[in-house]
């Protein structure tokens, strides 16, 4: 049977890269908002927007967690993960995307001075 778990997004960062210690890692920890447009069947196009939580291992999650703020656009790579856990009973799920690449969608200056536009 044919697995594929691949995942590419571009958007913008919502809110400032948090780390935490997991064992003897690093995991960063971020939410991305992608924007796209949609025509409706009226004609009239809309904007949708899907907030996806992202999660950065290691060395590469230090440096988002250094060069990424709020606002900045970015594109990433990963897959596609499930976290479940029990808390008191109660079973919780939730989806992320597990990041093992990402880059700058535009040069940092650029990035900041659209940002405070």
């Known amino acids: 049977m044919f ?8 958007g913008n960062i919502a809110k400032q890269p948090r780390s935490a210690r997991a064992g003897n ?18 004609g009239e196009t809309i904007e949708r927007l899907t907030a996806v939580e992202i999660e950065i291992w290691g060395k590469r999650g230090v440096a988002f967690e250094q ?6 656009p970015v594109y990433i790579e990963g897959k596609l993960q499930l976290a479940e856990w029990e808390k008191n009973g109660e079973r919780f799920f939730r989806n992320f995307i597990r990041v093992t690449n990402w880059q700058f969608l535009m040069p940092k200056q ?7 536009a």
Request: hydrophobic share 35%; charged share 20%.
């Open 3 to 10: 697995q594929r778990n691949r995942i590419e997004l571009t």
């Open 25 to 42: 890692s690093i995991v960063v920890r971020a939410r991305l908002i992608h924007n796209e447009t949609v025509e409706k069947a009226s």
């Open 67 to 72: 060069h990424v703020t709020s606002q900045t």
């Open 110 to 116: 650029a990035a900041t001075s659209t940002a405070s």
